[in-house]
């Protein structure tokens, strides 16, 4: 009997991996929180952990097809420059900031330190090699396309059920209760946000979708998606909305407008009227959306009261240090200090916040005047690339999109501040716009040949396999450490203080750096 010979193709399976990988990030992430293992952290830690788990695993992966093909896809440096720039002016940060411990781990609650930058930079990179080398681009940014919206509506459907009462969890303050919902992003305006940065992915499948039941598919995705948004009672959010559509209407106008003669504009305009004399008048009638509406002339109590305190007091702290800042995640420290007892009338006594609720400002404070150069520079790159490339014949719409949702994001952000998925999906949409600028032009990428021999490429991969399994292992205490502080704020709640030590013994077993867990500890003991 013949033997029957299996050959595999390994550089096949090793960028199907690759792909699952990041489809994968794209999946999980909006989903990720503390479902079945308990921290204290719900939300924000679960994402960062299953986040940078994935994007480990990537990187060896990666690695794993350089090595085994022995060819490596090297494009033009114009484009690695802003993100290498950005990343090694916060590393350089580090040594002015006023606690660099803190600047470069992140705050307990927030999670964004130097830390989580460098991997939103490592994620950047993976994503932008492996979609270039990639056989067939368009198909490969479909399938990210089709999960994020995947995705997006488990979200949507989710945060809806949330404010008809339908919860299969009990929420210290229910969405049902507090009329706005969070669904699996934990707080209403970070699912705006959110929501901002998947719904133009369906604009872009309904006009370039064929087929009567893919559209409508889309559509009812769209409106899911539009009610979740409203839902969440962002006004942030509503605003990024509002922008959207005047960036998605300036490019469809532009591209189709001059095709229409004088007839067609006229029907196009009065047809594009009626449709907003009718979602005013719909929207006019929910008395919770023209409370909100409202509510942002308010300027004496309220968010908005409360936002105007926290950007005075920005404002104030960034003249102190206004060209280097104070450093990563310190907002927090300097906010405080300018804190007055009138803001007890806008929220709680002697609260205040680590974030300044508009991102210029925060970068004002941790980074200052230069910082905010970098930034520029970094923001600046994507929608130059995006401008270019509206015009392309192939990746023309796509452009348009991907500067569709970050101009509505960016919006958002005048009035909040980024959290991990946003993030993520923000980085990727660095990495794609930079992906197809690069793929637009020959002449800014190339193979190379590596010469490496055999057992210097295997000692490569060894390495740097341990050194995942080392940070697998590192991220799952993370998860451990919140788990055991969220049993000792259990025991101190209940009295039991013996159990809270024994519990705060077993956080300082993992090795983790959060002084929050101390902190709580020795603040909570006097009360006793």
Same mark, same amino acid.
């Given at each position: 009997?013949?033997?029957?010979?299996?050959?595999?193709?390994?550089? +096949?399976?090793?960028?199907?991996?690759?792909?699952?990988?990041?489809?994968?990030?794209?999946?999980?992430?909006?989903?990720?929180?503390?479902?079945?293992?308990?921290?204290?952290?719900?939300?924000?830690?679960?994402?960062?952990?299953?986040?940078?788990?994935?994007?480990?695993?990537?990187?060896?992966?990666?690695?794993?097809?350089?090595?085994?093909?022995?060819?490596?896809? +090297?494009?033009?440096?114009?484009?690695?420059?802003?993100?290498? *720039?950005?990343?090694?002016?916060?590393?350089?940060?580090?040594?002015?900031?006023? $606690?660099?411990?803190?600047?470069?781990?992140?705050? %307990?609650?927030?999670?964004?330190?130097?830390?989580?930058?460098?991997?939103?930079?490592?994620?950047?990179?993976?994503?932008?090699?492996?979609?270039?080398?990639?056989?067939?681009?368009?198909?490969?940014?479909?399938?990210?396309?089709?999960?994020?919206?995947?995705?997006? @509506?488990?979200?949507?459907?989710?945060?809806?059920?949330?404010?008809?009462?339908? $919860?299969?969890?009990?929420?210290?303050?229910?969405?049902?209760?507090?009329?706005?919902?969070?669904?699996?992003l934990g707080q209403p305006n970070y699912l705006g946000s959110y929501l901002?940065?998947?719904?133009?992915?369906?604009?872009?499948?309904?006009?370039?979708?064929?087929?009567?039941?893919?559209?409508?598919?889309?559509?009812?995705?769209?409106?899911?998606?539009?009610?979740?948004?409203?839902?969440?009672?962002?006004?942030?959010?509503?605003?990024?909305?509002?922008?959207?559509?005047?960036?998605?209407?300036?490019?469809?106008?532009?591209?189709?407008?001059?095709?229409?003669?004088?007839?067609?504009?006229?029907?196009?305009?009065?047809?594009?009227?009626?449709?907003?004399?009718?979602?005013?008048?719909?929207?006019?009638?929910?008395?919770?959306?023209?409370?909100?509406?409202?509510?942002?002339?308010?300027?004496?109590?309220?968010?908005?009261?409360?936002?105007?305190?926290?950007?005075?007091?920005?404002?104030?702290?960034?003249?102190?240090?206004?060209?280097?800042?104070?450093?990563?995640?310190?907002?927090?420290?300097?906010?405080?200090?300018?804190?007055?007892?009138?803001?007890?009338?806008? *929220?709680?006594?002697?609260?205040?916040?680590?974030?300044?609720?508009?991102? &210029?400002?925060?970068?004002?404070?941790?980074? *200052?005047?230069?910082?905010?150069?970098?930034?520029?520079?970094?923001?600046?790159?994507?929608?130059?690339?995006?401008?270019?490339?509206?015009?392309?014949? $192939?990746?023309?719409? *796509?452009?348009?999109?991907?500067?569709?949702?970050?101009?509505?994001?960016?919006?958002?952000?005048?009035?909040?501040?980024?959290?991990?998925?946003?993030?993520?999906?923000?980085?990727?949409?660095?990495?794609?716009?930079?992906?197809?600028?690069?793929?637009?032009?020959?002449? $800014?990428?190339?193979?190379?040949? @590596?010469?490496?021999?055999?057992?210097?490429?295997?000692?490569?991969? &060894?390495?740097?396999?341990?050194?995942?399994?080392?940070?697998?292992?590192?991220?799952?205490?993370?998860?451990?450490?919140?788990?055991?502080?969220?049993?000792?704020?259990?025991?101190?709640?209940? %009295?039991?203080?013996?159990?809270?030590?024994?519990?705060?013994?077993?956080?300082?077993?993992?090795?983790?750096?959060?002084?929050?867990?101390?902190?709580?500890?020795?603040?909570?003991?006097?009360?006793?």
């Amino acid at each position: 009997m013949n033997k029957i010979k299996l050959k595999f193709n390994w550089t +096949k399976v090793l960028d199907n991996l690759i792909e699952i990988n990041y489809l994968l990030i794209f999946f999980l992430l909006p989903l990720a929180m503390a479902l079945f293992f308990k921290t204290n952290n719900v939300f924000e830690l679960n994402k960062l952990v299953v986040f940078r788990s994935l994007t480990g695993l990537l990187a060896v992966l990666t690695l794993a097809k350089i090595l085994w093909t022995g060819r490596f896809y +090297k494009f033009s440096p114009r484009y690695l420059w802003p993100v290498l *720039g950005f990343l090694i002016f916060w590393g350089l940060s580090l040594f002015l900031s006023i $606690d660099s411990v803190n600047s470069f781990y992140g705050s %307990g609650d927030r999670l964004q330190g130097y830390s989580s930058l460098l991997f939103y930079g490592l994620w950047w990179i993976l994503l932008l090699y492996n979609l270039l080398t990639a056989e067939n681009l368009s198909i490969r940014l479909k399938k990210i396309g089709v999960v994020v919206l995947g995705s997006s @509506l488990i979200v949507s459907l989710y945060g809806i059920l949330q404010i008809l009462g339908i $919860d299969f969890i009990a929420w210290n303050e229910a969405p049902f209760n507090t009329h706005r919902t969070t669904a699996t992003l934990g707080q209403p305006n970070y699912l705006g946000s959110y929501l901002l940065l998947t719904m133009p992915l369906a604009w872009l499948g309904m006009i370039k979708g064929r087929g009567f039941w893919l559209r409508f598919c889309l559509a009812l995705l769209m409106s899911f998606q539009l009610v979740c948004l409203v839902l969440t009672g962002s006004r942030a959010a509503w605003l990024g909305l509002i922008f959207a559509l005047m960036v998605f209407a300036y490019f469809i106008f532009r591209r189709y407008l001059p095709k229409f003669n004088q007839k067609q504009r006229r029907r196009l305009w009065l047809s594009l009227s009626g449709v907003l004399v009718v979602a005013i008048l719909f929207l006019s009638q929910s008395s919770y959306v023209v409370s909100r509406i409202k509510g942002m002339t308010d300027f004496g109590s309220g968010s908005v009261s409360a936002r105007l305190n926290f950007w005075q007091a920005s404002w104030d702290s960034f003249l102190e240090r206004p060209f280097w800042g104070y450093g990563l995640e310190n907002q927090g420290e300097r906010i405080g200090r300018y804190y007055q007892s009138d803001w007890a009338l806008t *929220g709680f006594v002697n609260a205040t916040t680590n974030r300044s609720h508009n991102i &210029v400002l925060d970068i004002l404070l941790t980074g *200052g005047i230069i910082g905010l150069v970098f930034y520029v520079w970094l923001y600046g790159s994507f929608f130059r690339q995006g401008i270019k490339l509206h015009r392309n014949k $192939d990746w023309g719409l *796509g452009a348009e999109i991907l500067l569709v949702l970050a101009s509505s994001y960016l919006v958002s952000l005048f009035f909040g501040f980024a959290v991990v998925t946003t993030e993520v999906y923000f980085w990727a949409a660095l990495a794609i716009m930079a992906a197809i600028s690069i793929k637009s032009k020959s002449s $800014d990428h190339r193979i190379m040949e @590596l010469k490496i021999r055999p057992y210097l490429k295997w000692l490569l991969l &060894v390495g740097v396999l341990v050194l995942f399994v080392c940070h697998l292992g590192r991220e799952l205490r993370v998860l451990r450490a919140d788990s055991y502080y969220w049993q000792m704020r259990q025991n101190i709640a209940q %009295g039991d203080y013996a159990q809270a030590l024994f519990s705060y013994q077993k956080i300082k077993m993992q090795n983790i750096y959060n002084p929050e867990y101390r902190y709580y500890l020795v603040d909570s003991l006097p009360y006793d």
